[in-house]
């Protein structure tokens, strides 16, 4: 694998952050690993996302805080 001895996270934002420009996209992603590790990189504005853990109140977010 190409990314495979990054973290999530890192894999994630590379081809968010390298990848998706350089063919002219914007945009983002959501990922998550088999450990339950959550990525939600993105390139543009604002991307509508939300996460949670079980026992945690969700989180929500839409502009980079």
């Known amino acids: 694998m190409e ?3 990054l973290s999530l996270a890192d894999a994630c934002e590379r081809v968010v952050m390298e990848k ?3 063919l002219g996209g ?3 992603l959501i990922a998550v690993d088999h450990e ?3 990525a939600l990189p993105f390139n543009s504005e604002g ?3 939300a996460w ?3 026992g945690d109140t969700p989180t ?3 502009y980079r805080e």
Do not use: E, F
């Open 26 to 28: 914007s945009g983002g």
């Open 36 to 38: 339950g590790n959550v």
């Open 52 to 54: 949670g853990y079980a």
């Open 20 to 22: 998706l420009p350089a």
């Open 60 to 62: 929500t977010g839409i």
């Open 47 to 49: 991307m509508y996302r």
């Open 3 to 5: 990314y495979g001895g």
